[in-house]
């Protein structure tokens, strides 16, 4: 077993009328496989984690461009189903994912790379 230990912090001065100081943290437990990997995306969606070989996992997921225009939609299930994350160039999601439906990928122009973290639950 693993542990692995996420923190989120916002701050800001001027996002809210209220200066905002936020930190999260929490300890996540895994037992299961760890995969780390980079997907050279493309315009045409493709499965790049199937939900048949894994159980549930956190994710991580950055876009490695650093090109405005390529951005990465992340979708559930069918290659044509509706995007449920953008990634533009640089920005990241973590996430827990049940793997009840295979995650998708399509990017919005060019091939720009997807670093991709997987610890699965077991």
């Not at 916002?10 to 760890?34: E, F, I, K």
């Not at 493709?46 to 090109?67: M, R």
């Not at 973590?94 to 091939?111: I, K, Q």
């Amino acid at each position: 077993m693993a542990t692995l230990t996420p923190t989120l912090t916002l701050t800001s001065t001027d996002a809210t009328s209220d200066s905002l100081s936020l930190s999260l943290t929490d300890s996540l437990t895994t037992a299961g496989d760890v995969l780390s990997a980079t997907v050279e995306t493309t315009t045409t969606a493709a499965v790049f984690l199937a939900a048949a070989d894994y159980g549930k996992s956190y994710i991580l997921l950055k876009n490695l461009s650093s090109t405005g225009a390529e951005k990465i939609f992340i979708r559930l299930g069918a290659t044509g189903s509706a995007n449920v994350l953008e990634l533009g160039a640089g920005e990241f999601a973590f996430f827990p994912w049940a793997s009840d439906e295979d995650l998708v990928y399509d990017a919005d122009s060019g091939t720009p790379a997807m670093e991709v973290l997987l610890f699965e639950v077991a």
